[in-house]
């Protein structure tokens, strides 16, 4: 992708319309920003994952707007043509619209095109609130890690027909409030299908079968950085820990049989320092 994306080209993007299924990516630094924007995404998510796969916490409620900005502003400072979606932390929209929409416009200023926040019927007014200022939403339905405790875990939702029902039916609810698009996670492929059909934004997938309008996946799992088990739906494209871990195991080799540095990595000085020096 050689242009910026924008809010307006992901909301129309439907599968179904003709348009290719939408890639996005998480970053939560310059670098990994850097590779998935040379990659081509469409959009690149600084996740709220950044507290378990960066910062290395048992979830990712850990994570604050600050700390969520401060990474935010790291990947907006790359200007990467895809778009860029930031995560709104556990508690960052939970207590009144108010907070809601001033947190979201601290992502915004730290370079956030769009925010994410986890959520389905109970979330659309602050949703409204948020929208009201302008700001683009997407929304996250399905298996919402920020409500690990009360699911009992990160478990698969939506296994009845009841339930399943339910989520199509806040699908919509979130489509009809403004949403540009919404993340469904942790659900089973038929659900992940009816949801898509039943609504005219891109439905973006983790863990919703083959026929979302795109995929997500964390970028520390699908290049293979991520060495704890990972869940069923990630497929590694890369080993980069092992090939990593033998770039600095070469480092270290080198350092300790004087092999590294070598003249041509060294800096000469100024002709006749040697001499002088070696003057008493
Ligand atoms: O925080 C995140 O990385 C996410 C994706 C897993 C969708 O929300």
């Not at 009201?132 to 478990?155: C, N, W, Y």
Request: aromatic letters at 4%.
């Amino acid at each position: 992708m050689s242009t910026k994306q924008t809010v307006t080209a992901i909301q129309a993007s439907k599968v179904r319309h003709g348009s290719k299924p939408l890639a996005m990516v998480t970053a939560y630094d310059a670098p990994t920003a850097r590779i998935v924007d040379a990659a081509g995404v469409d959009m690149v998510l600084v996740g709220d994952t950044l507290a378990m796969v960066v910062l290395g916490y048992e979830d990712t409620r850990t994570v604050t707007v600050e700390q969520m900005a401060h990474h935010i502003g790291a990947v907006a400072r790359t200007k990467p043509n895809a778009l860029i979606i930031g995560d709104m932390p556990w508690m960052s929209y939970h207590l009144s619209a108010l907070e809601a929409v001033d947190n979201a416009a601290t992502l915004v200023r730290a370079g956030a095109e769009v925010v994410k926040l986890e959520g389905g019927r109970n979330r659309i007014p602050v949703i409204q609130a948020i929208l009201d200022a302008e700001i683009p939403v997407m929304g996250h339905l399905g298996l919402t890690p920020q409500s690990s405790l009360k699911m009992g875990g990160f478990r698969v939702q939506a296994k009845t027909a009841e339930l399943a029902r339910d989520l199509i039916q806040q699908a919509k609810e979130l489509e009809a409030v403004g949403c540009c698009s919404i993340v469904l996670e942790g659900i089973p492929s038929i659900v992940g299908r009816q949801i898509t059909e039943a609504i005219s934004i891109p439905t973006i997938g983790i863990g919703a079968g083959a026929d979302t309008d795109g995929q997500v996946l964390v970028f520390h799992d699908l290049v293979g950085l991520e060495t704890e088990r990972l869940p069923k739906f990630v497929r590694r494209y890369g080993n980069s820990f092992d090939s990593q871990v033998e770039a600095v195991q070469g480092f270290v080799q080198d350092v300790r049989s004087a092999d590294y540095p070598t003249d041509d990595e060294s800096y000469s000085g100024p002709k006749g320092l040697t001499e002088q020096l070696d003057q008493p």
